[in-house]
């Protein structure tokens, strides 16, 4: 797990000479395990077969993935993913089309999206798992 170091200083002023004495101490926080972005080692095959442009779009979207691995494609997404990426709008929706039909990311609702949680994950390992059951339950239906 990655820590996070921290300083903080504290000033001390000795009422009898007038002198300043400053103190810095250093201290760590562990990271939380669930901020991170987990990639599934058994599925990498499933990125290598991206093209340039989906895989951009896709470690792009990284940073707006919400706790639960969602994210939301609005206009600001697509701006700043664009100037990222170097692609239009339009572009980066049919990006995002191509990727659900690689079965990389699913489609929740109208411009939200999810990982894989069999590919990539952020979030709890139970649900992770949750997620994992789901939609292998659709897929049974769909069958």
Do not use: C
């Not at 572009?91 to 489609?107: A, D, F, Q, T, W």
């Not at 411009?111 to 952020?122: F, R, S």
Request: hydrophobic residues 35%.
């Amino acid at each position: 797990m990655g820590r996070q170091t921290y300083k903080t200083t504290r000033q001390t002023i000795n009422t009898d000479t007038g002198e300043v004495t400053q103190i810095d101490k250093w201290y760590r926080k562990a990271y939380d395990a669930d901020n991170f972005i987990k990639l599934m080692v058994d599925s990498l095959h499933r990125l290598l077969v991206l093209t340039k442009g989906e895989y951009d779009v896709l470690i792009g979207s990284i940073r707006f993935v919400d706790f639960d691995s969602t994210f939301r494609a609005d206009a600001r997404y697509k701006e700043i993913l664009g100037s990222i990426t170097d692609k239009n709008a339009t572009s980066i929706s049919n990006i995002l089309s191509s990727l659900v039909k690689k079965g990389v990311l699913y489609r929740v609702s109208r411009g939200t999206y999810e990982l894989n949680p069999q590919i990539m994950w952020k979030g709890s390992e139970v649900n992770r798992m949750k997620r994992v059951a789901y939609y292998k339950e659709i897929a049974l239906r769909e069958k």
